[in-house]
């Protein structure tokens, strides 16, 4: 077993915060430092080479996640798309799910990221470099004076939906084989929120955004393009998927997208089941890389928050992968920029030196 460490990964998105939100909130933290259940604490960190991501604050609905991943074993499935969440329910839980990030870098688990500067910093220092990152934009209000205040606090990456509808636009809904175009594009503060991110410079993840909302942005984002966990359609016609269509205005606008992880996007079955081999991980990077380019593929393993890969099954299993990457040809300087380097360039390019 190969014991790679290196490069460090540096991933596009974990729902730490949630795993912990729902272990006890606040006084969970700790729990992060010396190890708890599920795919990233800081041992497993430091087992496999993971260097940190995008931290995601994503408000739960009401629904069983359980029943959701067994229907996602099914030959073909269309999930509901769940109900729109206020910003009075929202908004504390985007409160204590951040107040649980402060609370992990108070006690010297991470370190908040605010600038490259910062993620270069860690990553050298050994200390684990966090996003400040939402998912799922219902802690923001029409007036943006949530964005204004989060933003102040950290906050430097934002999904407008996830798959869910907001004020701003639609989610697509878990659909297979489906492809991504279902509902409608951004609404009026849709916009004004996507004007609002290219002024403060809050990256804009297009992960979960239907495909009119991709197009809305696409023509109005000063930015490049980012899908943080997502995948290639033409191989798992998943409609939480990108389309070619799609990665071309990716490559186009010099952004980005993560390989997501999670077995439903990466089987071309569209199965939530893990028997899933490094190979087929692989398969959704050749094609990635094929269509946007070898600077602008990255990783965003989803861990924490889907059923993932069983050789992957937590950080302390990230070596596998590497080692599966240099096992499929690919050279040095490639696995570096998949590992981290063009999360480096992407945020780089975003947000400013
Ligand atoms: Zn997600």
Request: with cysteine; hydrophobic share 45%; net charge negative.
């Amino acid at each position: 077993m190969s014991q790679q460490l290196h490069p460090l990964i540096f991933d596009g998105h974990n729902d730490v915060l949630l795993k912990l939100y729902r272990a006890g909130g606040v006084s969970a933290a700790k729990s992060f430092l010396t190890g708890c259940p599920g795919a990233v604490d800081v041992p497993s960190a430091k087992a496999g080479g993971f260097a940190g991501g995008f931290f995601a604050v994503y408000v739960p609905s009401p629904t069983d996640l359980t029943l959701k991943f067994e229907e996602m074993t099914k030959p073909e499935y269309q999930l509901v798309l769940p109900d729109a969440i206020d910003w009075a329910d929202a908004a504390p839980v985007v409160m204590a799910q951040t107040a649980i990030l402060f609370e992990m870098e108070r006690i010297g688990a991470l370190k908040i990221c605010r600038t490259v500067a910062d993620i270069r910093a860690a990553m050298a220092a050994g200390v684990m470099a966090a996003i400040y990152h939402i998912e799922g934009a219902e802690g923001i209000d029409a007036d943006l004076h949530t964005l204004d205040v989060l933003h102040q606090a950290g906050l430097r990456s934002i999904g407008p939906v996830w798959s869910r509808p907001t004020i701003f636009g639609e989610g697509v809904p878990f659909r297979y084989p489906s492809g991504p175009d279902i509902g409608g594009g951004l609404t009026e503060a849709g916009v004004r929120l996507v004007k609002r991110c290219n002024e403060l410079k809050i990256m804009l993840d297009l992960s979960h955004l239907n495909e009119a909302g991709f197009w809305d942005v696409a023509q109005l984002s000063d930015a490049p393009l980012v899908a943080t966990h997502s995948n290639a359609h033409v191989i798992c016609p998943h409609s939480r998927n990108l389309t070619d269509k799609q990665l071309a205005a990716i490559r186009e606008s010099d952004g980005m997208v993560g390989l997501n992880f999670a077995v439903a996007f990466l089987r071309d079955d569209g199965k939530m089941l893990a028997d899933v081999p490094l190979t087929q991980m692989l398969r959704h990077l050749d094609h990635l890389i094929e269509q946007v380019g070898e600077d602008r593929v990255g990783l965003g393993s989803d861990y924490d928050g889907a059923v993932v890969p069983e050789d992957v099954t937590s950080c302390a299993g990230l070596p596998a992968l590497r080692a599966a990457m240099v096992e499929h040809g690919y050279g040095e300087s490639l696995v570096a920029k998949l590992c981290h380097e063009n999360w480096l360039r992407v945020l780089e390019k975003t947000w400013g030196a």
